[in-house]
């Protein structure tokens, strides 16, 4: 029976180092003798090991898995069965490694970036709906009050007693719609703007060197990759994705 344990701190033969996959994330198995693997999930609660099926990533706690198996570790680590079998690249000895630069695979960088600004996207639509419904408000407000004003005038043409309060129904009304719809308005607004502080943070966190992790905010993941290194560690870079 082969083990290996996958994460931060585990001994799969590639490096990992994206802060939301644990340091021991997952177990994968294979039993030589009935050809048998699984992987089982030993993450961190709320982080989780996903199965691709089909077109989407599953969260599983154990599966049965073959070397074809796409794995996602947390949000943004992906990598295939298939390269557990890879052999360790040790670069043959202290001397060598400071002449050979280090590789990195930094497929799940493009799916960080996809998500950051899909997730950017979805919150800026939110933020411009509120906005209509802020500029709306006024109006629905005014009409509001101004459809309860008209009540003393009915009351008087039938004939009926107008009290005092009917007077004061059209500005009650418009002042509650109003306060309430920007009540909704403005606390809509504080999520929006705290999943986008937490999307930023994701980002900024995530989109970097996997090895000395220099950031990379703001440059395109085309770029990073066709520069083939990095900028301060020379780690060499490359996508097993494509």
């Known amino acids: 029976m082969k083990t290996i344990i996958i994460g931060r701190e585990g001994n799969q033969p590639f490096l990992i180092n994206d802060e ?3 340091r021991q994330h997952a177990l994968f198995t294979y039993d030589e003798s009935t050809g048998r693997m699984t992987i089982t999930d030993r993450s961190r609660p709320g982080v989780g090991t996903f199965v691709r099926m089909g077109n989407q ?18 949000p943004y680590f992906t990598f295939r069965i298939g390269q557990l079998f890879q052999p360790v690249n040790t670069g043959g000895g202290e001397n060598r490694d400071k002449k050979k630069p280090k590789n990195a695979d930094i497929a799940y960088l ?8 899909t997730t950017k996207m ?5 933020q411009a709906n509120i906005n209509s419904v802020r500029g709306l408000s006024l109006v629905a407000s005014i009409a509001g009050g101004g459809i309860t004003a008209l009540l003393p005038t009915m009351l ?7 009290e ?9 009304v418009a002042v509650l719609l109003l306060g309430g719809l920007m009540l909704y308005c403005n ?10 502080n937490r999307n930023d943070k994701t980002y900024k966190i995530s989109f970097c060197c996997p090895a000395c992790h220099v ?6 993941y085309e770029n990073i990759l066709a520069e083939s290194k990095c900028p301060k560690c020379k780690t060499e870079f490359y996508d097993s994705k494509i």
């Open 164 to 172: 005092w309060y009917y007077y004061l129904l059209g500005p009650l």
């Open 110 to 117: 493009r799916n960080v970036a996809e998500n950051y600004e």
């Open 215 to 220: 950031p990379f905010a703001g440059k395109l």
């Open 20 to 22: 939301f996959v644990s």
């Open 156 to 162: 008087s043409d039938g004939g009926q007693p107008v």
């Open 57 to 74: 990533f599953q969260q599983v706690t154990h599966c049965n898995v073959d070397p074809t198996t796409d794995v996602r570790l947390g």
């Open 187 to 196: 606390r809509a607004s504080k999520k929006i703007i705290a999943e986008k």
């Open 122 to 126: 979805k919150l800026e639509e939110k």
